[in-house]
């Protein structure tokens, strides 16, 4: 124990010693004071960054020994063992301490978007408007409401489940402050947006993992050197994933690689960049020499290099809370109200050749194609090497649903999307109602089943277990329900577009990615019950299928027909700001849309009458062949035809032979 408190002890003076250091180099700590002009005070100019820290330190740790129970170690037959209830008890407290000091950051904020020494704002309401209706608040205050719900379910979590359930929850905890600072104001604001959000997950899976990683050997634990390996492939992935969307993160706020010598800011990024080749550099040298010694019984092989990886990490945190104090450097930036909530000028007028050269990189949606291009490849040259067959009709659907799911996302179509209604409208109907088809129809649960290895060791949950237990899951079963995935199909999307959630989410990135993804997974959902060839828990009968699809199609047209017959523009404030000249009206443009919407239901209906054709006539098939194999098997044992109605009417005729013949 004093050899972890001591540890705990070094990491966090790294980390403060890199934040003063930080915050004196960017100018954080000494500010140009004008008289005059509202000043909150020294104590709020330092207290705040360390709250910030203690917010950060205190959500990576929470994350690190969440994923140590749920991931590292392992589970006997789903329960939690001894050391990872430990860790989940343990996590309750440090969730409880991020509550706190989300809290007194969120008093230190007010008091400096003020002006105000914090003395003066505690008396009045100021911290009730500040936490319920500005974005920063807002954020502050969901860390404090999530933290505690953390810390209380954690009390009582005793199956690995139930940790991986908080470990998703702490990692959305994460995102809310990052997402409202300096990323909502730079210019390429949904690539500043989306690179922060990769950028804090995967860091905090990397440093929380070690940093219990060190924790666990100090203390002697068992299962070190299972836990160890487990954590080197989860480090390797958090390395690249760190690498990519920092340089997304530096694209989306500096104008010119000069910006990088020439500013505090880039500076900061210099030395932060640096820190991360010296992890990675340690890193291989843990993946390729220490974790082998730890199968062999070395534990103090691995402390040896851990320990100086985990102070440098800790200063890298507090150097990143110093980066967040540090003003980026001034981008110029066109006038125009247009680029301010795009990122973009509005494009010019629509047609067939800008939406096919016009290109705009989503780096979320990149995320998502690559990685589902990528890990299905992975599971066909598996299968391939070990001698097994996979369809090549299978592989030919799911790559091509990630080829349309790219020209939706990131073609002229991604950024003609929030300028226009139609293009919106095609862009959903295309990923709603035609990329799901053939991500269903390449079959990648059952890939996955054939293609990953069950886990090392009896009773414990590898990814293979986990889709195993995710299948036979209550929740699996309720939303995969027939009637619950064609509700969500269907009501979700008038529940969108006939309130204020559309204009919400038009005007927010995050609420577009939410809004996209929505429909990708609605639509995914839908055909999985329809034409899924995957195991499910659920399965209707081939008449059933095609009847709820009948059933289903015409509520899109009614919809369609809904929008065409509207003469108010949905979202109009959105659609005013960006000042189109270009083009149809609003209106026009909207019952445009609504026309798509109506008459693109019957390409994808076709298509899966077509695979439910298919379907269909190879199940029967392969039952009449099971019926005829079953028939022969009973004819070799019997001797008979092997079918049970053809022998008893032969047994029949025989005895009315032999009845004829005795009577003769």
């Known amino acids: 124990m004093n050899r972890t408190l001591r540890l705990t002890v070094a990491a966090l003076c790294a980390a403060a010693g890199a934040l003063v250091i930080g ?91 003020l002006g105000l020494p914090v003395g003066e704002i505690l008396g009045g309401n100021y911290l009730t408007s500040y936490a319920s209706q500005i974005p920063q608040g807002i954020a502050l205050t969901l860390v404090v409401l999530f933290g505690v719900a953390i810390a209380l379910f954690a009390r009582g979590a005793i199956t690995v489940g139930a940790a991986g359930g908080l470990l998703v929850f702490a990692l959305a905890t994460l995102l809310p402050p990052a997402l409202t600072g300096h990323t909502s104001t730079s210019p390429n604001h949904g690539l500043a947006t989306t690179s922060v959000a990769f950028h804090l997950v995967f860091l905090a899976l990397w440093v929380g993992g070690l940093g219990v990683l060190c924790v666990h050997a100090l203390r002697g634990e068992r299962q070190l050197d299972v836990a160890a390996a487990r954590f080197s492939t989860m480090a390797l992935w958090c390395f690249v994933g760190v690498g990519l969307s920092g340089v997304a993160s530096v694209l989306a706020r500096l104008a010119s690689v000069s910006a ?88 010019p007028p629509v047609s067939l050749a800008n939406l096919l050269t016009l290109w705009w990189f989503d780096l979320f949606f990149a995320v998502i194609a690559a990685t589902l291009a990528g890990l299905y490849a992975a599971g066909v040259v598996r299968l391939r090497r070990r001698g097994d067959k996979w369809p090549w009709g299978r592989t030919v659907n799911w790559f091509l649903g990630v080829v349309i799911l790219v020209l939706a996302t990131q073609s002229g179509v991604a950024r003609y999307a929030p300028v226009l209604f139609s293009v919106h409208m095609t862009e959903h109907m295309v990923l709603s109602m035609l990329v799901p088809i053939f991500l269903v129809l390449g079959a990648p649960i059952t890939l996955a089943l054939r293609a990953l290895k069950p886990a090392a060791r009896r009773g414990d949950r590898g ?36 309130t204020p959630l559309f204009a919400s989410a038009m005007e927010e990135h995050l609420g577009h990615i939410a809004m996209t993804l929505h429909f990708l997974l609605s639509g995914c959902l839908f055909f999985y019950v329809i034409i899924g060839v995957d195991p499910g828990p659920q399965r209707l009968p081939y008449v059933g299928r095609l009847l709820l699809l009948l059933v289903t199609m015409p509520f899109h047209a009614f919809f369609g027909l809904a929008l065409m017959s509207m003469g108010t523009v949905l979202a109009s404030r959105w659609y005013d700001q960006l000042g189109r000249t270009w083009g149809a009206s609003s209106v026009s443009d ?59 009417y032969n047994d029949y005729l025989a005895k009315l032979n032999k009845r004829d013949a005795a009577a003769e």
């Open 23 to 113: 915050m004196v180099a960017g100018g954080a700590a000494t500010p140009r004071i004008i008289p005059g002009l509202p000043d909150e005070g020294m104590l709020t100019r330092w207290a705040l960054p360390f709250s910030k820290l203690a917010v950060d330190v205190s959500g990576v740790l929470t994350v690190g020994l969440l994923a140590f129970a749920a991931v590292f170690l392992p589970s006997d037959k789903g329960l939690l063992g001894k050391p990872a209830l430990g860790y989940v008890k343990a996590a309750s407290w440090t969730a409880l301490v991020w509550a706190v000091a989300a809290g007194s950051s969120l008093i230190f904020s007010l008091s400096e978007a």
């Open 260 to 347: 990088l010598f020439t500013s505090a800011y880039g500076l900061m990024l210099l030395a932060k960049t640096a820190a991360f080749v010296v992890l990675g550099v340690v890193g291989y040298r843990h993946r390729g020499r220490t974790v082998p010694r730890l199968a062999e019984g070395e534990p103090h092989a691995f402390l040896r290099l851990a320990l100086g990886e985990i102070a440098l990490m800790a200063a890298t945190v507090g150097l990143a809370v110093a980066l967040a104090r540090t003003a980026p450097p001034a981008v110029k930036v066109p006038p125009d109200r247009a680029f301010e909530l795009l990122g973009y000028l509005v494009p």
């Open 463 to 498: 990814p293979r277990e986990w889709i195993t237990v995710i299948l036979h899951s209550r929740a699996a079963k309720f939303i995969a329900h027939p009637a619950i995935a064609t509700a969500i199909f269907v009501t979700s999307t008038y529940a969108l577009y006939f």
């Open 590 to 648: 909207q019952q445009t849309g609504g026309g798509i919407a109506w008459a693109f239901g019957e390409i994808p209906t076709l298509i899966v009458l077509l695979a439910l054709a298919i379907q269909w006539w190879r199940d029967d098939d392969r039952a009449a062949r099971r019926a005829d194999r079953r028939a022969d098997a009973a004819a070799a044992k019997t001797g008979g035809t092997g079918d049970a109605e053809l022998d008893a």
